[in-house]
């Protein structure tokens, strides 16, 4: 193969592929076959995380840019966490676009790291969010001022997408480990050396962040494990991504042009890639089974009751949620006040107490051996409850791992002059409408084993018994109508999740509404 035929040049921005996969994927080694291969004929630019476990002649890195470079974090004004961007990336990108030395870059990202982060680093459409840090940065007094004003001047000329273009994002699996890695309790500081105490990530919500985001998906290491296993694994990733493309590999050897200036990467179709948002929105046929792996989409129109809904997910998942302090609850407080309020606290807390001290271990013993949610792989939607109707829950659950999150209003609660302007859009808002109660829903989508041979029916069945009966809707309705919902509701039916907190619904959403799917949850039952 000659290098033409590999790489056609039409666009000045240096191209940069993206790998992504959990420590022992293969991503090391698919660089070493990178820079070894004469197939290419390319300068490539390698940024690595460790430039010593490339297990390749000296003589043969003259030829190409490798660079180790440690992770330094620029966080955005607004603090959220999926708006930090690597200030180390976008310094040695610039370096390497500017210079022209090279004429392709291959990132390895680190294990940890989500690549969606990193795509938004690269991509077009935050570019305005980037310059307006650039300016931030450039007016900050603390830090490193030279780094800073390096930076900012990278920022304020639209980011790195101005330079570079991503061309495709490769995420790289374990063979051996995939199938453990949905069956773990285990966060990324119980498997990870390198990462600070306060990193809440788990384990089976990063594996299926990575997943979800790629374009090309590398199951590597096959000749370890059985065909079948193999093909239950790619089973699995089609259902969690289904335009990806999927590549079995044996010590990560395949044909360059699968992952090489492919121009695949769209920020826009990666972010709306997943297969759940594609059952979601109908672009699939959920109902269908592929190896042994198969996907449903639960809808109802009643709220959960929140106490049953509790009673169903406790004892078989780690249930994480965002624990929100309200400002000034550290002051003093009088104590005869808190001995008054003892009672009511209690019975506050009756759900908290009836949930033993959170052991994860026992928690995925139970989970596994559960007939209904033992076979559960992956399954993420829309929640609504009752005692919450203004607002919606997102539910992502992934392995033994579910974040219950508030998301934003219904649409139903927004005025209509405040919806988007667009006559799609608007259309399809009004599409999730459905008599008096407007867009508020169950929209559910679960991924797993077992699902046509009796696991849907039983998922759907617990899943009913958490719906109000038709007694309690009644309740329910006659409470929204009346003068006072939300004190009603309250009276009706217990809740003992965490509080969801009101946000604007014109707050930032880089993927409308269908989230970035971080679930970084802040507390764990």
């Known amino acids: 193969m000659s290098p033409a035929t590999l790489f056609k040049k039409t666009d000045d921005r240096l191209p940069v592929t993206l790998l992504s996969g959990f420590l022992g994927s293969g991503k090391t080694t698919l660089l070493e076959n990178i820079l070894t291969s004469a197939d290419h004929g390319l300068r490539i630019g390698v940024i690595v995380n460790d430039v010593g476990a490339l297990n390749i002649d000296a003589a043969l890195l003259t030829s190409h840019d490798v660079t180790r470079k440690e992770e330094q974090v620029v966080a955005m004004q607004n603090g959220c966490i999926c708006c930090t961007l690597r200030g180390d990336l976008l310094e040695e990108v610039a370096r390497l676009a500017e210079e022209k030395q090279v004429e392709y870059l291959v990132i390895e990202s680190s294990g940890v790291s989500e690549p969606m982060q990193v795509a938004e680093t690269f991509s077009e459409e935050f570019a305005d969010m980037h310059i307006a840090a650039g300016y931030d940065l450039e007016a900050d007094e603390e830090g490193d001022k030279e780094m800073n004003k390096r930076l900012a001047e990278i920022l304020k000329a639209g980011g790195l997408s101005k330079i570079a273009r991503l061309d495709t994002c490769v995420t790289l699996v374990d063979a051996v480990n995939f199938m453990q890695d949905f069956a773990t309790a285990d966060f990324l500081v119980d498997r990870q050396t390198d990462v600070p105490q306060e990193d809440d990530r788990n384990i089976s919500d990063l594996q299926v962040d990575q997943l979800e985001f790629a374009d090309v998906v590398c199951i590597n290491k096959c000749d370890l494990v059985s065909k079948e296993e193999v093909n239950r694994i790619k089973g699995v990733v089609k259902k969690l991504n289904p335009s990806a493309k999927v590549i079995s590999t044996v010590k990560s050897r395949l044909d360059l042009t699968e992952i090489i200036d492919t121009r695949l990467f769209s920020y826009e179709k990666a972010a709306l890639s997943a297969g759940w948002l594609k059952s979601l929105n109908e672009e699939i046929n959920p109902e269908t089974e592929e190896y042994g792996i198969g996907t449903f ?17 406790k004892s078989v998942f780690v249930v994480i949620q965002t624990e929100y302090q309200v400002e000034g609850e550290d002051m ?194």
């Not at 989409?297 to 009643?302: F, H, M």
């Not at 709220?303 to 997910?313: G, Y």
């Open 297 to 313: 989409v639960y809808r109802a129109r009643r709220p959960f009751h929140p106490a049953r809904l509790w009673d169903m997910i």
């Open 332 to 525: 003093d407080v009088n104590e005869d006040e808190v001995e008054g309020e003892d009672d009511e606290a209690d019975e506050d807390s009756v759900m908290e107490d009836e949930q033993p001290q959170l052991d994860t271990r026992a928690r995925l013993a139970s989970k596994m051996i559960d007939p209904t949610f033992g076979p559960l792989l992956r399954s993420k939607g829309f929640l609504w409850l009752a005692t919450r109707p203004k607002m919606y829950g997102e539910w992502s659950q992934a392995g033994v791992m579910l974040t219950i999150s508030g998301q934003d209003l219904w649409r139903c609660e927004v005025p209509e002059d405040e919806w988007p302007t667009d006559p799609d859009t608007k259309k399809a808002i009004t599409r999730d409408f459905d008599g008096k109660w407007g867009d508020r829903r169950q929209e559910l989508v679960f991924i797993g084993q077992q699902m046509r041979n009796g696991g849907e029916y039983r998922l759907r069945r617990a899943l009913d018994a958490c719906l109000l009966n038709d007694e309690e809707f009644r309740d329910w309705e006659a409470a929204m109508e009346s003068d006072a919902p939300q004190d009603m509701l309250d009276e009706l039916f217990e809740d003992g999740f965490e509080d969801w907190i009101e946000t604007s619904h014109e707050s930032h959403d880089h993927a409308n509404s269908n989230g970035h799917g971080h679930s970084h949850g802040g507390h764990e039952h």
